[in-house]
């Protein structure tokens, strides 16, 4: 049972109570359903669970009871205050998945098929344009890369692929931390009849609702801002076709295997209970870092969506509640300089990813793509002086004392 009578007025007692289950001996908080298999009281219990007469739980690859409440938390935060073309609130589905990259792939594997092509922007996260490349490229699905921020060319380019099924954008995206205009691509793909999917990572709902522009389906790395913790893996792939949602979309990931666990999504849950008063003090010490960074004389380029000097700080501004917690920086001395940097940091945390509430500090060209090609990385805007950060929420000026400090012998 769910508390989906009363309307609540903020995403805080969203995400404390839209899912409030009743539990076994009155349990406060949902508990970890460590189990496989689900018992049947005779063999017609079953028969009534197997086909759907009645509601209950075979086997834990597809549904248990702790994915629920991290399920319903994330489609009512997707969905909150938003009305559906029909004129009623509008709904969507929600399956919680073992990473993002496994929602992802029920993403495209249950929407596309041999023949078709996928077109993305060409600022993705690695593991996304990998899959596309390798992955789905193998199976005979062609990817398709172009600058979506011009709607020119996004036009140009589906006029010219007749086989274009859906369009797959990230934005705010990894790592440059450019922004795609929803409304006009979602326009865009609605007038050639294509499917849109937005992966919305960086963002999270607090910040940017993709299905206020009619997208058709959303994805997240749990990994990141919603569980904040940094504790676990997952991935949430969401749509608000609720019947696609309902059998394909859930046949696929039952026999893809890309289920979540118990404990995992019991860290999630815990973890969206402060999503709202994590993100104001992430975006708000992200701005005070930008503004930061902006002004000292080691650092040539700052990249962040809050700044106007950034080339996407407009379609930010329409798009998102705040320019949120990513930015990065490019240092004037290079790779010599962002290793001595990165090196000299003595709070904030040496790490890839992004999300937790401690901030983390990359160094692309040393780290996660140290194996890329610098004309390669060049391409993606990463340069080899570049440095990434997801801000936390310690104490500002420990931050930008921190900083300050390691910025001196860069
Ligand atoms: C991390 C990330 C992913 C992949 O998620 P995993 O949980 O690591 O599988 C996908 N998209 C974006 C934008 C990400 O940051």
Redesign the pocket.
């Known amino acids: 049972m769910s508390n989906t009578k009363f309307n609540y007025s903020g995403i805080s007692s969203l995400t404390l109570h839209a899912a409030q289950h009743y539990f076994p001996n009155s349990a406060h908080l949902t508990p970890i359903y460590a189990t496989s298999t689900f018992t049947f009281d005779n063999a017609d219990e079953g028969m009534r669970r197997f086909s759907g007469e009645e509601e209950g739980y075979i086997y834990s690859r597809w549904e248990n009871p702790t994915f629920k409440p991290a399920e319903e938390i994330i489609a009512a935060l997707e969905t909150f205050k938003l009305i559906h073309e029909n004129g009623n609130e509008l709904k969507a589905k929600a399956i919680l998945h073992s990473?993002?990259?496994?929602?992802?792939s029920n993403l495209f594997q249950s929407n596309l098929k041999t023949g078709d092509a996928v077109l993305s922007h060409f600022s993705?996260?690695g593991?996304?344009h990998e899959y596309l490349h390798k992955i789905l490229a193998q199976n005979g699905i062609t990817p398709i890369i172009a600058d979506l921020r011009d709607i020119n060319i996004a036009e140009d380019t589906i006029k010219r692929n007749k086989n274009l099924r859906i369009i797959h954008i990230?934005t705010p995206?990894?790592p440059t931390i450019q922004c795609v205009d929803i409304e006009a691509i979602t326009k865009l793909a609605k007038q050639y009849g294509l499917l849109i999917s937005v992966?919305n990572?960086?963002a999270t709902p607090y910040l940017q609702q993709p299905f206020k522009y009619g997208v058709d389906f959303i994805?997240?790395?749990?990994?990141?801002f919603l569980n904040g913790h940094g504790t676990s893996?997952?991935?949430v792939l969401l749509g608000r076709d609720i019947e696609f949602m309902k059998t394909k979309a859930t046949k696929w990931h039952r026999l893809l295997g890309g289920n979540t666990n118990a404990f995992d999504a019991f860290l999630l849950i815990n973890g969206l209970k402060t999503l709202e008063l994590r993100m104001q003090k992430h975006c708000s010490n992200a701005a005070a870092v930008a503004v930061f960074l902006q002004k000292h004389n080691a650092v040539a380029q700052v990249n962040y969506n809050g700044l106007e000097s950034h080339p996407d700080y407009a379609v930010a501004k329409k798009q998102m509640k705040h320019p949120g917690a990513m930015l990065s920086f490019e240092l004037k001395g290079g790779l010599i300089a962002g290793k001595t940097f990165i090196n000299k940091l003595e709070m904030c945390t040496r790490a890839v990813?992004?999300?937790t509430a401690d901030t983390l500090v990359s160094h692309p060209a040393s780290m996660s793509h140290y194996g890329v090609s610098q004309e390669e990385r060049l391409q993606f805007g990463i340069t080899d002086g570049l440095i990434r950060m997801s801000v936390g929420i310690e104490n500002i000026e420990d931050i930008l004392a921190d900083l300050d400090n390691a910025l001196l012998s860069a």
């Open positions: 990473s993002g990259m496994a929602a992802l993705l996260y593991g996304t990230e995206a990894n992966d990572t960086f994805i997240h790395s749990t990994t990141k893996i997952g991935g990813s992004l999300g």
